[in-house]
Every structure is written in C-alpha cells, then in structure tokens.
C-alpha cells in the first residue's frame, strides 16, 4: 500500500480541478476567493508533486498539457467520491434511525415491547431490531447498540450494565385450577416442569434443583417433561398450560401483568450474570444514540434484581 506521504497536497489538487474546468486562473480565482497569484502557486506545487507540467500558456489564456488532461479527468471522479463520502458521513450521524440488535428471547419477551415505548415517545426516530443469538461486528456500521448477556461483554470495547434477571416459578391460571391447591414449595415437587437450558454457550441458568435447595426441600426425583433451549419459549409453554416453569422476570412481565401467567411462589433467585448493552464508535454521535442508552439503562433498572430482592 502506497505512503500517504506520496499523496498530492488535497488543496493544490482542488485549485487545479478548478482551473481545469474553468480553463482560467483569473476566473478560477475569483471562485475560490482567493487571488490569482496564490492559484498559480498552487498548480505550481501540485506540477512539483507529480513531476510534469499541467498547464501551459495558449494566447493570452491557458490549457491543459497532455498530462493534465489526463489528470483532470480522474481527480475529477475522486474529488466527487470525496464529496459523497462526507455526504454520506454526514446523513448518517444526523440520521435518527437506530440498528439494534439483542438476543432472540430478549428480542421477543422483553426488548421488543420496551420499543414500541420509545417510538411512542420518540415520533420523530425509527428503530429496527435484529433478533440474532450470534454476536455481530458492531464497529462494521451495521448495528448501532448490541444487548447481550454474560461474559459476551469482554468482546466489545463500549459497554453498559443493564440488569440483573432473575427467575421466578410461574404457572397458568388454568393450569392452577386444575390441580390441588399449592401450599407451599414442597408442593411442586409433584407438578408437570418446564425446564429451559441454554447449552453450554452461557452461564448455566438457576434450575428447579436449585430453586427447591433454596426453600430447604429435598428432592430426588422431578417431574421435569418439556425441556427449552429457549427462555421465550419457556414462558410460551408455561403460559399455554403445559407446565410450571422457573420463567426469567424479564420475560414473564407482561404475562404476569395481564394474568396470563401467575407467580405461585415468592422465591426469587437471580441469574449467575448480567445482561449488558454494547454500542460502537459512531452509535453515541447520532442525535438520539445518547438519548436512547439513557433510556434503556434507565428502564432496564426496573428489571434488576435489586429491585425484586
């Protein structure tokens, strides 16, 4: 790759694409603002710097040599790429549209629906979410914010803690109705459970053997039927009946808040890490970029499980 020392002086290149197209240094002058002397002085350099003349004297005007029509005709096409790219920098910075991207059950359960909040308040912004359990390159220019979970936060440079989740048990209305009633923790023991696991990608998630460790009940056998790879899909099943479930608060919200799912026992535990949001180089000097981490950091404390504890 070249030096950028052997580059042209980008002032000298623009003064002689104008006199170029103008095909004078008086008129050239009067365009840039500047005097016809220093026109000269430039065009001067820019001969220097490549070695060869560009102009030469024709009657009382000028034209271009071989060299600098041949010249002009390509500065011409980079001057313009220049242009379009401080164009394009700038209606990107000022652009009031935001990539995010987040985990596939974060997307559904949780992040999707704090967005339709902020475009109520936000009329004037757009966001597109992209539900995507794999990391992207955030600094490629693609996503603006990334949420993510766990120890994925020591891929990227620009982080903030969002909150800690935590799971709850949780069932059904008519799934409850359905069954004796449940007195206690020791109860469960005996009712169809809904187990999530994450694979071996993350930090494993507080099991039911956990959560009856945690209320002093011994166990050695569960009742565990349908098994998720999913924490969205957790709360779907439970919530259509098919089990309790140990559900992540974040997810369970809005179910627990319209009755769809019910919380059948206080006990909370929280999950072994936190859920962070990531941001590249550029996401911050958009007009709402700061805006709208404020925001989500703010919101995200209501899920905390400082908060429930």
């Known amino acids: 790759m070249p030096a950028t020392s052997s580059l042209p002086p980008l002032r000298a290149v623009q003064v002689f694409e104008v006199v170029g197209r103008l095909g004078s240094v008086s008129r050239a002058a009067d365009e840039l603002g500047v005097s016809p002397g220093a026109v000269t002085q430039q065009v001067h350099a820019l001969e220097k710097h490549l070695k060869v003349r560009l102009v030469q004297r024709s009657g009382r005007g000028i034209e271009l040599t071989r060299w600098g029509a041949l010249y002009l005709e390509r500065i011409v096409v980079g001057l313009e790429q220049l242009r379009q790219a401080k164009a394009d920098v700038e209606r990107t910075r000022r652009s009031s549209h935001l990539a995010i991207s987040a985990i596939t059950s974060l997307s559904a359960k949780w992040l999707g629906p704090l967005l339709f909040a902020w475009n109520a308040g936000h009329p004037e912004a757009s966001a597109i979410l992209d539900a995507d359990d794999a990391e992207p390159r955030i600094d490629a220019g693609t996503v603006d914010f990334r949420i993510s979970y766990g120890a994925r936060r020591r891929e990227y440079q620009r982080t903030a803690r969002l909150f800690t ?96 799912l019910v919380c059948v026992h206080p006990c909370a535990l929280p999950l072994p890490e936190d859920y962070f949001l990531a941001w590249n180089s550029a996401a911050l000097d958009k007009p709402i970029g700061a805006a709208f981490r404020a925001w989500l950091v703010a919101e995200a404390q209501r899920f905390d499980y400082s908060a429930a504890a």
Do not use: K
């Open 165 to 260: 989740d935590y799971v709850v048990a949780v069932g059904s209305p008519a799934l409850i109705a359905t069954g004796d009633p449940l007195a206690g923790a020791r109860d469960l023991r005996t009712r169809p459970l809904i187990v999530t696991d994450w694979g071996a990608g993350f930090s494993a998630l507080p099991t039911w053997q956990d959560w009856f460790r945690a209320q002093g009940v011994a166990i050695r056998r569960l009742r565990a039927g349908l098994v998720f790879n999913s924490s969205s899909a957790t709360v779907d099943a439970a919530i259509e009946g098919h089990g309790y479930a140990l559900a992540q608060h974040s997810m369970a919200a809005r179910a627990l808040a319209n009755g769809s």
